[in-house]
Each structure stands twice: as C-alpha cells, then as structure tokens.
C-alpha cells in the first residue's frame, strides 16, 4: 500500500464516523444478506456490534502507516474468529460488504483511487488475518 493509498484511506475516516451509524447498519445488512452464516460470529447486541466495527476500521485506519504496531492485535482477532468458525473465504464476503457500504455511504467521495486504496488496504489486513488464523490451535484441532 502506498503512501498516497493510505491518506486516501484515512481522508475517508471522518465522514465515515460522522455517519458511523448508517455505515455500520449497511454493513451488517449486506454481510448477512450475503452471508447469514456469519451472524454468529457477531455480537446479538446491535449496539456492540456496531461499535465494534466502526472501532475495528478506526483502529485500523489509524495504524495503517505502522502496520507493525496494529498486526499483533489483528492477528489475535483473527485466531478468536477461527475459534468461531470464521474461514478464509469469509474475509472476501466481509471485504465485500465493506466496500459496498463505503461506496454507498460516501457517494461521490469514494472515487475509483479511494476505492483501490479501501481495497488494498483491505486486502494487506485479511492476509494477515488468514495467516494467523491458519496457525490458530483451534483450527488445527477441528481440521484433525
């Protein structure tokens, strides 16, 4: 991710906190729609779960230019969701509804460079995510 890539990311963050309640709301909307599966993973409380997530892009977002100082705390994410049952092709759904709610909450703001810089952005994450969750000890015992 490039040094530009990552202020196009973190120029987005304040609109998408003054409208973190709509962002939240569509995303969980789209990533259930698409898949109901993860509703599990979830808090049922609405109110946790959308302060989870926007906590999650805000943590993120903010430690983008030191990747070393944010990866331990996501790779231990990653381990607690493949406790859950979280699997590798739930990080494309998740990403997924993620973009899709970016695109739809910030209209024209989100250009096609913000978008490939959401998307990278991303996608550096969820690799990260996956490996760690594939050196997970609960995943290795349910494979077994």
Known sequence: ?????????????????????????????????????LRAVFPEDVA???????????????????LRS????????ARRHAAEGVQDEHYDVVGEALIWTLETTLGGAFTANVRRAWIEGYGMIAEAMIAAAHRAPERALRAA
């Open 48 to 66: 946790a779960r959308d302060a989870e997530v926007i906590s999650a892009i805000k943590f993120v977002v903010r430690g983008l230019d030191r």
């Open 70 to 77: 944010i990866i331990p705390v996501v790779q231990e994410l």
């Open 1 to 37: 991710m490039t040094r530009d890539q990552v202020q196009l990311v973190r120029a987005s963050l304040p609109k998408i906190l003054q409208i973190r309640t709509q962002v939240a709301a569509l995303f969980y909307a789209r990533l259930f729609q698409t898949a109901p599966q």
